[in-house]
């Protein structure tokens, strides 16, 4: 484990309130693209971070197996890859399998790192769904031995993470190789919790990932009420809680989008109490219903899954967040110098308000209600 130093950390602070960097880009046509700029962009930021955690997700990096889930696991020990192998033997036909492509880089012990592509079997399915299979056996993996995590289970994406700087990160697994249409970076300053392989962003359930600058003093009991749904938080960060939030609320309760936002950073009840009554009567609900769901504390986050990226400050904007766009790209990023770095002109640029989403889809998703980008 890497200690804070008096480089990285000349006060001898035991925290910073400001730290973490958080990027993300979209081409709306969906048209893929390298690693190059957002990792240029999370680089610029590293004055941000301590290199305790970097990480980067990315869709549409997998064309050839888009119909099989890729899961990503980080092998703590060879036992728990021997167990893992063969629960995932029993529960699913592996149709290919390999060690990950990683270099020497500047990160801390990694661990064996393996990527499966596979399917659930049909017989086991019983009366789920294909994703609550999948969510249940990542749950299963992550608890069974302590030393297996699935960091990374979606379909055509993936998740890639350590301990180390983004662009350390970045070159440990190759990504210079890879191309996806949507990516999201995070740059690590862990205050609360470890920094450790598994407690690294982004945080992944199916093709849901969570990029986060901030702490939530929420959650236990976020935690708790997750844990009713099956949820099984396994990774030692408050960031967590997140992503399954996130999957619960937008997949499995089908939610839009501006109510959820309006779960995890819900208005003041003193702004409730000022709404029109049909307003009021719809926000007291929201929070009386999901009121273990605020996330309380100062955050600001991107969300994505395939054909949309969502970036959400709490609601009084404790934390930083800006947004650009230029021609078919959307940029939301911790600091404008990131965005202006690989696109020094943009057709617009903006500073969301607190608790208001900046909501980028793909043009030819049929859900999509509007053609890009919806933002204030």
């Known amino acids: 484990m890497k200690n804070l130093s008096r480089i990285n950390n000349p006060y001898n602070d035991d925290k910073d309130f400001d730290g973490c960097s958080i990027f993300g880009m979209m081409n709306v046509e969906g048209k893929r693209f390298s690693s190059r ?22 869709y549409g990096i997998y ?6 889930y890729a899961f990503h696991i980080m092998y703590l020990s060879r036992d728990a890859k021997d167990k893992t192998d063969r629960t995932l033997a029993a529960n699913f036909n592996i149709i290919y399998d390999e060690e990950m492509q990683t270099r020497p880089a500047n990160v801390i012990d990694p661990p064996m790192v393996w990527r499966y592509f596979v399917q659930p079997k049909r017989r086991r399915l019983e ?28 379909k055509n994406m993936g998740v890639f993470k350590g301990v180390g700087y983004p662009e350390d990160v970045a070159d440990f697994f190759c990504l210079e190789d890879y191309q996806g249409y949507l990516w999201t970076v995070h740059g690590r300053f862990p205050t609360n919790t470890p920094g450790w392989w598994g407690g690294a962003h982004p945080f992944n359930i199916l093709d849901w990932t969570v990029v986060h600058n901030g702490e939530l003093s929420s959650y236990g009991i976020n935690r708790r009420f997750l844990e009713m749904y099956g949820y099984k938080c396994t990774m030692q960060t408050d960031t967590e809680v997140l992503a399954y939030a996130v999957d619960l609320l937008m997949r ?3 939610l839009p989008i501006d109510i959820v936002t309006k ?31 605020l996330m309380n504390g100062p955050f600001s986050i991107i969300v994505a899954h395939h054909g949309e990226m969502i970036g959400l400050t709490d609601r009084i904007k404790l934390r930083p967040l800006v947004a650009g766009t230029r ?46 980008v919806e933002g204030n």
């Not at 302590?146 to 979606?154: D, E, H, L, P, R």
């Not at 009554?277 to 009121?291: D, E």
């Not at 790209?329 to 969301?352: C, G, H, N, Q």
């Open 37 to 58: 700029d957002p990792v240029r962009a999370i680089a610029n930021m590293h004055d941000r971070g301590n290199g305790l955690g970097g990480g980067l997700a990315v």
């Open 63 to 68: 064309p050839q197996f888009k119909d099989y």
């Open 127 to 154: 009366k789920m769904t294909a994703d609550d299979y999948v969510t249940e056996k990542v749950m299963r993996i992550n608890t069974e031995t302590g030393k297996a995590f699935v960091f990374s289970s979606g």
């Open 252 to 254: 499995r309760q089908k």
């Open 263 to 293: 779960v995890l950073a819900a208005p003041l009840w003193s702004e409730i109490d000022k709404m029109e009554p049909k307003q009021q009567q719809a926000f007291r609900a929201i929070r009386q219903t999901y009121g273990s769901l």
């Open 327 to 372: 021609g078919d790209f959307l940029y939301i990023s911790s600091e404008e110098a990131a965005i202006r770095l690989v696109s020094p002109t943009l057709d617009k640029f903006w500073y969301p308000r607190g608790g208001e989403p900046v909501v980028g889809k793909l043009r030819n998703q049929k859900s999509a209600v509007s053609a890009s």
